[in-house]
């Protein structure tokens, strides 16, 4: 069975730094690419991050440029979120998604987390 | 503001045809494939539809999905109630960033 199970979130003050995980299983973790998707209180989803399945390729929304960095352990079956110089706008739920088929990377995401709750206040 | 637009509100009565639409532009919609998305209240989001037009296994064939040019369409026919819920389209932009729409609220009446 596949589950993703994120976790790191909590409150921080404004211009902290959080490290949000990602635990894996029930698939060929390697293989996939994710992506991160977060959703403020009340807001709709807005897509995060990616990164490839090998790592080696990673992306990036216009408003988290520069200051989260998404990176993947395979050996682990784990991905994280790095995120620095938090402001309250990046308040919201940070879900995990897997892409549907191996090796693509196309915001088709067959499997979610339960999400992790960050919140930025001070 | 979302990069592709849905109209905020759908709704209909148990047994009706509804129709939600997605407008993207050709760095988008125009020019990769489109997914669809179902979120019930306090869960994460479901694939309901992927690649235009597939439905994942375990998706009733109530659900469809449709793209032409830079605009796309999740239709669902013979409306229950427990399809009332938050659907949204998403797909992946040709200036690598991926893009969600708005979300559309559907209210079974």
């Known amino acids: 069975e596949v589950q993703l199970l994120e976790s790191g979130g909590g409150l921080v003050q404004p211009g902290g730094s959080l490290r949000l995980s990602c635990a894996a299983s029930?698939?060929?973790?390697?293989?996939?690419?994710i992506n991160w998707v977060r959703q403020a209180p009340g807001k709709g989803l807005e897509w995060v991050s990616a990164?490839?399945?090998?790592?080696?390729?990673?992306y990036y929304a216009d408003s988290v440029k520069g200051r989260f960095t998404v990176s993947r352990d395979n050996s682990k079956n784990t991905l994280f979120l790095q995120m620095n110089n938090l402001r309250a706008e990046d308040t919201a739920l940070y879900y995990c998604?897997?892409?549907?088929?191996?090796?693509?990377?196309?915001?088709?995401?067959?499997?979610w987390g339960q999400g992790t709750l960050v919140t930025v206040s001070s | 503001q979302s990069v592709l637009t849905q109209p905020p509100s759908a709704s209909g009565t148990p047994g009706q045809r509804v129709t939600i639409s997605c407008s993207g532009s050709?760095?988008?919609?125009?020019?990769?494939?489109v997914s669809w998305y179902l979120q019930l209240p306090g869960t994460a989001p479901k694939l309901l539809i992927y690649?235009?037009?597939q439905r994942p296994s375990g998706v009733p064939d109530r659900f469809s999905g449709s793209k032409s040019g830079t605009s796309a369409s999740l239709a669902i026919s013979g409306l229950h109630s427990e399809d009332e819920a938050d659907y949204y389209c998403?797909?992946?932009?040709?200036?690598?960033?991926?893009?969600f729409g708005g979300g559309t609220k559907l209210t079974v009446l």
């Open positions: 029930g698939f060929t973790f390697s293989n996939y690419a």
């Open positions: 690649s235009n037009n």
């Open positions: 998403a797909a992946w932009d040709d200036s690598l960033n991926g893009v």
């Open positions: 050709s760095s988008n919609v125009g020019s990769n494939t």
């Open positions: 998604a897997k892409e549907e088929e191996e090796f693509q990377l196309l915001l088709i995401s067959d499997y």
């Open positions: 990164i490839s399945s090998s790592g080696f390729s990673t």
